[in-house]
């Protein structure tokens, strides 16, 4: 009876108009069909890059879970560049979450920080730091276990660094050897 929704229509749920989303629940209702979180693409983009229009597009995805009556958004913490110091960036991190965490708490939405390769909280230390930071009631944990897998992070190492904060699993699978 739910669906994480991710998108619909071939149209990413952050890029969805209003109009979209009302059709699409209107369809949803019809069949009996509720949100259970939006799983957004916010905070997958590059820590150097713009924030303001992405804050907007936040925004937007407020609006969204609001109207799909979720208060769930899964969301990232911002790529790193390749290679660099993960120390170098965290104050432009935790602002940016901040500000996020805020207009969330304001808003009566969820935060639900994913684990991903590539960003500031790819794996348990960093995912930690943001859980120590801002976890409470607007802002949770998602464990995803194959995405630990694919940053080489020990998954129960993990787990029992971040049981505290876990709200929910991603459930999917990936292969140590490969990451696949």
């Avoid at 071939?10 to 989303?21: C, F, L, P, R």
């Avoid at 560049?81 to 120390?87: E, G, L, Q, Y």
């Avoid at 859980?131 to 998954?155: H, L, W």
Wanted: charged share 30%.
């Amino acid at each position: 009876k739910y669906i994480e929704l991710r998108g619909a229509d071939g149209i990413n749920v952050a890029d969805m108009s209003m109009e979209n989303a009302a059709d699409f629940k209107a369809r949803m209702d019809a069949q009996g069909v509720k949100v259970s979180a939006l799983g957004s693409p916010i905070g997958k983009i590059g820590i150097t890059d713009d924030f303001e229009p992405h804050f907007e597009k936040f925004k937007h995805v407020v609006e969204l879970a609001k109207f799909f009556e979720t208060p769930y958004i899964r969301m990232f913490s911002f790529y790193l560049p390749h290679d660099c110091n993960k120390a170098d960036y965290r104050e432009e991190v935790m602002a940016r979450m901040a500000r996020m965490v805020d207009y969330a708490k304001e808003q009566g939405v969820v935060l639900l920080h994913e684990n991903e390769k590539g960003i500031y909280g790819e794996d348990a230390v960093g995912c930690k730091d943001l859980m120590e930071q801002f976890y409470g009631e607007s802002f949770k944990c998602i464990f995803d276990f194959a995405n630990f897998v694919q940053c080489r992070q020990d998954t129960m190492e993990a787990y029992e660094m971040l049981k505290n904060y876990i709200h929910y699993f991603h459930i999917k699978d990936a292969m140590w050897e490969n990451g696949e």
